[in-house]
C-alpha cells in the first residue's frame, strides 16, 4: 500500500472532526445522552492509547467508530438482566402480560386496554422527521431489559441473530421472543404517542 | 389429535418471528387461520409492517451521515481539554 493510500492519525483534529458524529451514533443506540457523551469520551482516550495498533487500512472514522461500537456493546452486556432465562418457556414467554390476558376464557386474546386500533400507527405521510425521531428515540428509550439493546441490534445495526447471540449470550429463541417483546411495547407506545 | 386453534398472543409472536426467521408450515397455517377471523391481529400484522417502515425512515434520517443529535458545548469542551491533556503527556 503506498503512503498516500495509508490514513495516518489526527488526534488533535478528532473533537472537531468526529465528536458529533460518535455521539449521535451512541445516543441513537444508548438513548441516555449522558452516558452516550461518556462513551464518546472513552472512544477518544482508548483510541490514544491503542494508536499505535492502527495500521491505517481503514479510515480514522471507521477506526473510532469500531472502538465506540465495542464500548456499546460491553454497556449492553452490562445491562443485561436475569429475567432474560425465563424466555426459555416458550407459552409463558408469548404471552406478555402486559397486552394478553394469561388466564380466564380470554386467555391469549388481547387485553382491551392494550389492542391495536387502527390499521395504521400513525399517517406516516403527514409526520416530519424531526417529530418522527423524537417519538421512535423516545418509545426506544422506554423499553425495558435488554430489548433495545436486541431491536437496535437487529434493526438499526442490522445485525444478524447469530452475532446477537455471540455478543449478548443468548440464545436464538429469546432474540425472536426480545423481538416480539420489542415489537408489542413500540407499537404500542408509538400508537398512543401518536395520537 | 386435533390441533389447538392458537390465540392472539401466539399469533403476535409468529408475526414477530416472520419478519427475523422463517416459519414452519404448522406455524405459518396456523397463523393464516387465526388472521382469517381476528380482525385485531390483522390490525396488528399491518401495524408491525409500517413500524418497519418507519424505523426504515429513522434510520435514513438519523444515522449515517445525519447528525440529528449533537453535544452541547459544555461537552464538547470538556472533551478537548481531556484530549489536549492525554496530548500534551
Same mark, same amino acid.
Given at each position: 500500500?503506498?503512503?498516500?493510500?495509508?490514513?495516518?492519525?489526527? #488526534?488533535?483534529?478528532?473533537?472537531?472532526?468526529?465528536?458529533?458524529?460518535?455521539?449521535?451514533?451512541?445516543?441513537? %443506540?444508548?438513548?441516555? #445522552?449522558?452516558?452516550?457523551?461518556?462513551?464518546?469520551? &472513552?472512544?477518544?482516550?482508548?483510541?490514544?492509547?491503542?494508536?499505535?495498533?492502527?495500521?491505517?487500512?481503514?479510515?480514522?472514522?471507521?477506526?473510532?467508530?469500531?472502538?465506540?461500537?465495542?464500548?456499546?456493546?460491553?454497556?449492553?452486556?452490562?445491562?443485561?438482566?436475569?429475567?432474560? $432465562?425465563?424466555?426459555?418457556?416458550?407459552?409463558?414467554?408469548?404471552? &406478555?402480560?402486559?397486552?394478553?390476558?394469561?388466564?380466564? #376464557?380470554?386467555?391469549? *386474546?388481547?387485553?382491551?386496554? $392494550?389492542?391495536? *386500533?387502527?390499521?395504521?400507527?400513525?399517517?406516516?405521510?403527514?409526520?416530519?422527521? $424531526?417529530?418522527?425521531?423524537?417519538?421512535?428515540?423516545?418509545?426506544?428509550?422506554?423499553?425495558?431489559?435488554?430489548?433495545?439493546?436486541?431491536?437496535?441490534?437487529?434493526?438499526?445495526?442490522?445485525?444478524?441473530?447469530?452475532?446477537?447471540?455471540?455478543?449478548?449470550?443468548?440464545?436464538?429463541?429469546?432474540?425472536?421472543?426480545?423481538?416480539? %417483546?420489542?415489537?408489542?411495547?413500540? %407499537?404500542?407506545?408509538?400508537?398512543?404517542?401518536?395520537? | 389429535? !386435533?390441533?389447538?386453534?392458537? !390465540?392472539? @398472543?401466539? !399469533?403476535?409472536?409468529?408475526?414477530?418471528?416472520?419478519? @427475523? !426467521?422463517?416459519?414452519?408450515?404448522?406455524?405459518?397455517?396456523?397463523?393464516?387461520?387465526?388472521?382469517?377471523?381476528?380482525? /385485531?391481529?390483522? +390490525?396488528?400484522?399491518?401495524?408491525?409492517?409500517?413500524?418497519?417502515?418507519?424505523?426504515?425512515?429513522?434510520?435514513?434520517?438519523?444515522?449515517?451521515?445525519?447528525?440529528?443529535?449533537?453535544?452541547?458545548? +459544555?461537552?464538547?469542551? @470538556?472533551?478537548?481539554? /481531556?484530549?489536549?491533556?492525554?496530548? @500534551? +503527556?
Amino acid at each position: 500500500m503506498s503512503s498516500e493510500d495509508k490514513h495516518i492519525l489526527q #488526534p488533535s483534529s478528532w473533537v472537531d472532526k468526529y465528536a458529533d458524529y460518535l455521539f449521535n451514533f451512541a445516543v441513537v %443506540r444508548i438513548s441516555d #445522552p449522558e452516558q452516550a457523551a461518556d462513551l464518546v469520551q &472513552d472512544t477518544f482516550l482508548s483510541a490514544l492509547k491503542a494508536k499505535n495498533s492502527f495500521q491505517g487500512k481503514s479510515s480514522e472514522k471507521t477506526w473510532l467508530t469500531s472502538i465506540l461500537k465495542r464500548k456499546i456493546i460491553d454497556s449492553y452486556r452490562k445491562r443485561k438482566s436475569t429475567k432474560e $432465562s425465563s424466555l426459555d418457556d416458550y407459552e409463558q414467554s408469548i404471552n &406478555d402480560s402486559k397486552f394478553f390476558n394469561n388466564d380466564g #376464557p380470554f386467555k391469549g *386474546h388481547w387485553k382491551d386496554e $392494550s389492542k391495536p *386500533h387502527s390499521n395504521s400507527l400513525m399517517p406516516e405521510g403527514e409526520i416530519e422527521n $424531526s417529530e418522527l425521531r423524537e417519538i421512535i428515540e423516545k418509545c426506544i428509550s422506554l423499553l425495558p431489559e435488554n430489548l433495545g439493546a436486541v431491536f437496535i441490534m437487529k434493526m438499526i445495526d442490522d445485525a444478524s441473530s447469530e452475532e446477537i447471540c455471540k455478543e449478548l449470550d443468548i440464545t436464538a429463541s429469546n432474540v425472536w421472543v426480545m423481538m416480539h %417483546r420489542a415489537r408489542l411495547r413500540l %407499537r404500542s407506545c408509538i400508537e398512543t404517542n401518536w395520537r | 389429535m !386435533a390441533k389447538k386453534m392458537i !390465540a392472539c @398472543d401466539e !399469533a403476535g409472536f409468529l408475526i414477530s418471528k416472520s419478519r @427475523d !426467521a422463517k416459519l414452519t408450515f404448522r406455524e405459518k397455517m396456523g397463523l393464516k387461520i387465526h388472521l382469517m377471523t381476528c380482525h /385485531l391481529c390483522r +390490525k396488528y400484522e399491518k401495524q408491525i409492517i409500517q413500524l418497519n417502515k418507519l424505523i426504515g425512515r429513522y434510520k435514513e434520517q438519523c444515522t449515517h451521515e445525519n447528525c440529528c443529535q449533537t453535544l452541547d458545548d +459544555k461537552a464538547r469542551q @470538556d472533551l478537548l481539554h /481531556l484530549l489536549q491533556n492525554e496530548l @500534551d +503527556k
